[in-house]
């Protein structure tokens, strides 16, 4: 004999995709790092993927190992992107990154943007690594069709 197991949740788990995607919509907007000087926590702010993603005049990393975890941020915000328009969700700034570009360039893309655009550094990265992108890889968008007569 089969007993059926309750559980405190329940089997039904269509709540999960909307409740995490309200938590991700709350987070986006909030400054990071503000109330604590140094400290990001879980997220990475602007002003710190510039500090990770820095490199001397040589080359050389700044920060040891800071183009690893640079790189592995910003291929995750591509990645993210991806699975949104998989699914059919249409991003609003919509980039386009070739799959034979190397992370050093998306990393030097980034890194100079962010140089130039300190307005972001108190936010989120995510959103400043998309329009650093959109500047080199925007998707192009079908042209519109003229009437035929």
């Known amino acids: ?4 197991i309750k559980t405190t949740w329940g089997n039904d788990r269509r709540w999960l995709i909307p409740a995490l995607a309200g938590i991700m919509f709350l987070m986006s907007g909030f400054p990071v790092g503000a109330a604590s000087k140094n400290k990001t926590g879980a997220l990475f702010s602007a002003a710190y993927l510039l ?3 820095g490199r001397d005049a040589g080359g050389t990393e700044t920060v040891p190992g800071g183009s690893a975890a640079c790189q592995s941020y910003i291929s995750g915000i591509i990645d993210y992107h991806n699975l949104l328009r998989s699914l059919g969700t249409a991003p609003s700034i919509d980039i386009c990154v070739p799959a034979d570009v190397k992370l050093n360039d998306l990393q030097t893309i980034v890194f100079r943007y962010l140089q ?4 972001h550094d108190a936010f989120v990265a995510a959103p400043a690594v998309v329009l650093a992108l959109f500047e080199y890889y925007p998707c192009d968008k079908p042209k519109p069709r003229g009437r035929r007569r």
């Open 1 to 4: 004999m089969t007993v059926p």
């Open 51 to 53: 500090q990770i993603c």
């Open 116 to 119: 130039k655009n300190a307005q």
